[in-house]
T-cell receptor, first 118, second 113 residues
């Protein structure tokens, strides 16, 4: 199993450009998440999805859109990039949100995408 | 807002010593998890402790949870240089209609050989 993969690993954008980050998981997990991590800070939730075809806003959703057309993929879009969106973006997945087993509660993370907006 | 806050922000110890990191949080939780992040990598799950548990062990890791004080601690015993990483606590709680993890800002642990 590849686990959670992210594409691309690095990207440099100019202000106003658009791009899409792709997250893929092969563990048949229901839940998927997009986080951003800024220096000296923990992860902040951007958007999440509880299943195919559904998405919801997290803590810092402004400037981002997401789509979950297939269960295994979760896309994060930036329509008009701004320097404030310079960050490292992490995707994560989770089996489900309930269940007695610890494995139901653990999130599995991708390796991250380092995005710089000039 | 950050639910979990780690203390200290940075910790430097010698190999073989124990490392203790603390986490405080604000609201009721279902469970609390600790994650590790090596430089330039994604987070890796270390251990989970449920709200009705007080202590849990996994190898060299020991986690405690005090729900009355809304705090948790992670102890790494007999540390190794390979333990050098950032450690994050994450609280698992219901937010809106779904359970979410909320991460603290992390403790940067450096283990000197």
């Amino acid at each position: 199993n590849a686990g959670v993969t992210q594409t691309p690993k690095f990207r440099v954008l100019k202000t106003g450009q658009s791009m899409t980050l792709l997250c893929a998981q092969d563990m048949n997990h229901e839940y998927m998440y997009w986080y951003r991590q800024d220096p000296g800070m923990g992860l902040r939730l951007i958007h999440y999805s509880v299943g195919e075809g559904t998405t919801a806003k997290g803590e810092v959703p402004d400037g981002y859109n997401v789509s979950r057309l297939k269960k295994q993929n979760f896309l994060l879009g930036l329509e008009s990039a701004a320097p404030s969106q310079t960050s490292v973006y992490f995707c994560a997945s989770r089996l489900t949100t309930w269940g007695g087993r610890s494995s139901y509660n653990e999130q599995f993370f991708g390796p991250g995408t380092r995005l710089t907006v000039l | 807002s950050q639910q979990g806050e780690e203390d200290p922000q940075a910790l430097s110890i010698q190999e073989g010593e124990n490392a203790t990191m603390n986490c405080s949080y604000k609201t009721s939780i279902n469970n609390l998890q600790w994650y590790r992040q090596n430089s330039g990598r994604g987070l890796v799950h270390l251990i989970l402790i449920r709200s009705n548990e007080r202590e849990k062990h996994s190898g060299r890791l020991r986690v405690t949870l005090d729900t009355s004080k809304k705090s948790s601690s992670l102890l790494i015993t007999a540390s190794r240089a390979a333990d050098t990483a950032s450690y994050f606590c994450a609280t698992d709680a219901l937010s809106g209609s779904a359970r979410q993890l909320t991460f603290g800002s992390g403790t940067q642990l450096t283990v000197l050989p």
